[in-house]
């Protein structure tokens, strides 16, 4: 697994140089989709229970699985790209938020929290804890800090498939759930919102928008728990 997910952490770095005002998400989709072909993997997405496209952008106030379109990036804009490749049989899965030109400070206060939730996360995703210590860690960070926590979709176990079990939430009391061990792989993706945590998916059947027109951001690592606590794949 270490390879599919260093083939996305790779792609998603070369995305996040390429994101300015001007630019658009289709561009990026066909240039993330080119490079994985380039390091000989498939986009994991496209295809993916009927989504058309290899990356998913999502804008502002869209939480995750909005669509690639060929409208330009404008300054202020927030842009979560979230992208998997399949190599060799086995799945990897990332996405960070990007910021396009010069953005609020409550934009670059939401991007920061949810990136240090994921880190916070990650640290509990060690064996002994339970699954529910990594949920947990997400929800007490960022909601100390005034955001919150996206309940209608959750983070999972990825392997042969992109999405296994166990969920993964971002919420929830420490203690519950599986035990983790060490041979778990799991994509851990905090997606906050500036204000409340409710989603709606739009008309396209993919788009998931804050009810309140708020921005949101999401941020994704695929880790791998070791004897020795958790390994980031998916971070060069
Ligand atoms: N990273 C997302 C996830 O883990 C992307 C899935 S998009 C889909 O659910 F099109 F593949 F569904
Ligand atoms: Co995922």
């Known amino acids: 697994m270490r390879i599919p997910c260093r083939i996305v952490a790779e792609i998603l770095q070369l995305l996040k140089h390429e994101v300015h005002p001007g630019v658009t998400s289709m561009a990026l989709n066909n240039l993330a989709e080119k490079e994985a072909r380039k390091h000989g993997s498939l986009p994991a997405f496209k295809g993916y229970s009927g989504y058309p496209f290899s990356l998913c952008c999502s804008l502002n106030d869209q939480v995750v699985h909005g669509m690639p379109t060929t409208h330009p990036l404008k300054n202020g804009d927030i842009l979560s790209v979230d992208f998997g490749v399949v190599c060799g049989g086995y799945y990897g899965d990332a996405a960070l938020t990007l910021s396009v030109g010069d953005v609020s400070d409550n934009a670059k206060r939401l991007m920061m929290a949810t990136e240090n939730s994921l880190y916070e996360a990650i640290d509990q995703a060690k064996p002994g804890n339970r699954l529910s210590d990594v949920s947990h860690a997400v929800q007490s960070y960022v909601e100390s800090r005034g955001f919150s926590v996206v309940r209608d979709f959750v983070g999972h176990g990825i ?78």
Do not use: Y
């Not at 759930?177 to 997606?191: D, N, Q, R, T, Y």
């Open 159 to 236: 392997g042969k498939n992109l999405h296994e079990s166990p969920q993964v939430p971002n919420f929830g009391l420490p203690g519950r759930g599986v035990k983790l061990k060490p041979g778990m792989v799991l994509a851990i993706e905090p997606m906050i919102n500036e204000f409340g945590p409710d989603v709606k998916v739009l008309r396209d059947g993919w788009t998931a928008v804050t009810c309140d027109g708020g921005l949101s951001a999401h941020f994704e690592h695929t880790v791998a728990i070791t004897e020795n606590g958790p390994e980031i794949l998916t971070k060069l």
